[in-house]
């Protein structure tokens, strides 16, 4: 006689795990906000740790494009960029950037996270939104080194970290971003006009690139850069597969940085993921032809840069242009990126060792004009740009803001640099450079033992 038992038993077993899924989906059914909520932090999270290795790239490709003797001072900036950029942000600049507004013109209020608290949903998404908006500030000073790499004081371009992530880079973020965190109580003047930047051509790259190129200025070009009579001579990289490798880890970062700005988990990041890489694309093809072009070749860190370019370009308007649009936006970027280098190193006389004015200052200026032309009405509350019948009305928004940006960031990072020169000492001796950063800034080799270092 075979027992009904057993069978029983299964279905009982059957009943109770069913029940058991069910349970949490009851448990949450009157508080679907929670599950958004959620998702919301999970990606911005996810999104703020791919814009932090970010700074892996820029180590790699700043190191990469100048010599073997200063690549630990490189990456030495890079390390004070996000550990002092960090904590000055949290004392000063979050409050300075996302406050409550002071006449359009700064955050008065959130310093070190006063008064947020550490359990309440309210803070779990600010502690959230912190972490994610740190990274950037982060960014923005990490694109000040490679433009004045190789002849710097550490102890300056300290100093002036702490005030590009503590005031420079907040002030202006402020009036372009200033209602991200407590709505319209933190707008900035800027957004009262509805300037577009969204997710930081100008108010992330530009700014960086603007100081960066106040820096070069005041420290001055390397030695043996240029001749008696001014002609440029160039001064390879020492490693272009790092250069290179550090490329792709920015474009994989790149995808945290855009998509993430919606710091929403919903169907909006797929386009941007898209839009981003295209333009990315693009622009890698536009400088690689534009160089083949002018040097019978295609030049292989011009290539580089002109990924970036095109990264830099879309960030802007990712959100708000097509597939197509963002084409011709990174494949502008991509030859911009090219002639402007040549400008700035063979006719300014500018010593840019990196490109970086070029890629985020120059770049990202012409993504947030772009907008002005390439946005689509559909994905802009059905106002479009220039090219998609909306008139002049965004165009002229977005070259106020790029120009005044302009003043504010390379004014303000020139006297930066000119009260570390003043005060600090801006460039290291003669015989210093000469020698090498790593040895004369850390007391060490890069690559102790089987490198020869040049004393060009």
């Known amino acids: 006689?075979?027992?009904?038992?057993?069978?029983?038993?299964?279905?009982?077993?059957?009943?109770?795990?069913?029940?058991?899924?069910?349970?949490?989906?009851?448990?949450?059914?009157?508080?679907?906000?929670?599950?958004?909520?959620?998702?919301?932090?999970?990606?911005?999270?996810?999104?703020?740790?791919?814009?932090?290795?970010?700074?892996?790239?820029?180590?790699?490709?700043?190191?990469?494009?100048?010599?073997?003797?200063?690549?630990?001072?490189?990456?030495?900036?890079?390390?004070?960029?996000?550990?002092?950029?960090?904590?000055?942000?949290?004392?000063?600049?979050?409050?300075?950037?996302?406050?409550?507004?002071?006449?359009?013109?700064?955050?008065?209020?959130?310093?070190?996270?006063?008064?947020?608290?550490?359990?309440?949903?309210?803070?779990?998404?600010?502690?959230?939104?912190?972490?994610?908006q740190s990274v950037f500030a982060a960014t923005a000073a990490t694109i000040v080194s490679g433009g004045i790499a190789e002849r710097t004081k550490f102890s300056s371009y300290f100093f002036v970290t702490m005030i590009v992530t503590g005031i420079i880079y907040p002030i202006s973020g402020h009036w372009a971003w200033g209602s991200l965190w407590l709505g319209d109580s933190g707008a900035g003047w800027l957004e009262g006009l509805g300037f577009m930047d969204f997710a930081g051509s100008t108010v992330v790259h530009s700014v960086g690139g603007w100081v960066a190129l106040a820096g070069a200025i005041v420290v001055g070009p390397r030695i043996g850069k240029y001749t008696a009579d001014g002609k440029a001579k160039a001064i390879p990289g020492h490693n272009i597969p790092l250069a290179s490798l550090g490329v792709f880890i920015l474009w994989f970062g790149w995808f945290g940085f855009n998509p993430g700005s919606t710091t929403t988990a919903d169907g909006s990041i797929g386009l941007i993921a898209v839009v981003t890489s295209l333009s990315g694309c693009a622009g890698l093809l536009g400088a690689m032809i534009t160089s083949w072009i002018k040097y019978g070749?295609?030049?292989?860190?011009?290539?580089?840069?002109?990924?970036?370019?095109g990264l830099v370009g879309i960030t802007a308007g990712c959100a708000t242009v097509s597939p197509a649009g963002s084409i011709i936006i990174g494949l502008i970027a991509g030859v911009l990126v090219v002639l402007s280098i040549e400008l700035i190193d063979k006719i300014l006389r500018i010593d840019d060792p990196v490109g970086a004015v070029s890629v985020h200052g120059v770049c990202g200026a012409w993504g947030t004009l772009a907008c002005g032309l390439f946005t689509v009405p559909e994905l802009h509350d059905g106002v479009g740009g220039l090219f998609y019948g909306g008139g002049f009305s965004i165009l002229t928004t977005q070259i106020i803001?790029?120009?005044?940006?302009?003043?504010?960031?390379?004014?303000?990072?020139?006297?930066?640099?000119?009260l570390a020169k003043a005060f600090i000492g801006i460039r290291v001796t003669k015989e210093e450079e000469m020698k090498g950063l790593d040895i004369s800034e850390h007391g060490m080799e890069s690559y102790s033992g089987f490198q020869v270092f040049s004393n060009e």
């Not at 803001?401 to 990072?413: D, E, I, L, Q, Y």
């Open 1 to 132: 006689m075979i027992s009904k038992f057993p069978s029983i038993g299964r279905k009982i077993s059957t009943i109770l795990a069913v029940l058991m899924l069910a349970a949490p989906t009851a448990a949450f059914a009157g508080e679907e906000y929670l599950t958004q909520t959620h998702a919301n932090i999970l990606w911005t999270l996810v999104a703020a740790i791919l814009v932090m290795f970010m700074q892996a790239g820029f180590a790699c490709v700043e190191a990469g494009f100048t010599r073997a003797k200063s690549a630990g001072n490189i990456l030495m900036k890079n390390f004070l960029d996000f550990a002092a950029g960090s904590i000055i942000f949290f004392l000063f600049g979050f409050g300075l950037m996302f406050g409550i507004d002071a006449a359009g013109f700064i955050g008065t209020s959130g310093f070190s996270l006063a008064g947020v608290g550490l359990t309440s949903p309210d803070a779990q998404w600010t502690l959230t939104f912190w972490f994610f």
């Open 297 to 309: 070749k295609p030049d292989i860190s011009m290539t580089c840069n002109g990924a970036l370019a």
């Open 401 to 418: 803001g790029v120009a005044t940006v302009f003043v504010w960031a390379f004014g303000a990072g020139l006297i930066t640099f000119l």
